[in-house]
């Protein structure tokens, strides 16, 4: 089975990581938290004013390179691959790229190891990309062609909506995709 992994949200905290590094640099202005996100794009829940102060965080050298693993990630991909399941990480890296293409492959080097990062797919348009599964925070993703593979939805405040598709988190992950794998395997 072919399982795609999202990286930003689902292999690495971008969500934890940014609202530290802003109570650290304003800390007299309270940022959106965790779970008071509404919106899958961040800036959407900061007011106009802000926005450049939030990007800034995000889009400068080291940030997600840096990022810390989501708490289970990277044990659920060892385990996965253990399995023999073929493992992808696809990702979208942001508008503002110039750092975040490097710092993504990085991320899974320090991570995973060198070999890994043979495993990256990156693109802008993940229906265009083959598999089983995929596993993503975003809530809704589209693109250009009807997607071959599931969407499994990564447990986010900003995606608690989406209520048609199977949910996971790391701790719970067993079940969710004993589920899928039994229904591949029927």
Same mark, same amino acid.
């Given at each position: ?11 690495a905290? !971008?969500?934890?990581? !940014?609202l ?7 800390p ?17 829940d900061?007011?106009?004013e ?17 990022l ?28 503002? !790229?110039e750092?975040? %293409?490097l710092?993504?492959?990085?991320? %899974? ?24 599964l995929?596993?993503d ?7 250009? %062609?009807?997607p ?15 209520t ?11 079940? %969710?995709?004993a ?8």
């Amino acid at each position: 089975m072919l399982i795609l992994l999202d990286q930003d949200g689902v292999l690495a905290d !971008f969500e934890h990581a !940014f609202l530290a590094i802003w109570k650290e640099r304003h800390p007299d202005i309270p940022p959106v938290e965790f779970a008071d996100r509404k919106s899958f794009h961040i800036l959407e829940d900061y007011p106009a004013e802000l926005r450049p102060l939030a990007t800034a965080i995000y889009t400068e050298p080291g940030f997600i390179r840096n990022l810390p693993p989501v708490p289970g990630a990277l044990d659920a991909v060892r385990e996965l691959l253990a399995m023999g399941m073929d493992i992808r990480i696809c990702t979208s890296p942001l508008t503002q !790229f110039e750092n975040c %293409v490097l710092e993504k492959y990085l991320w %899974v080097e320090k991570h995973l190891g060198r070999e890994a990062t043979q495993r990256i797919v990156m693109t802008r348009d993940k229906t265009l990309v083959h598999g089983d599964l995929l596993i993503d925070d975003k809530p809704e993703i589209v693109g250009a %062609v009807r997607p071959r593979w599931k969407h499994i939805v990564y447990d986010a405040p900003y995606n608690r909506q989406v209520t048609d598709r199977p949910r996971l988190t790391w701790d719970k992950w067993r079940n %969710v995709l004993a589920g899928e794998l039994y229904a591949a395997d029927a």
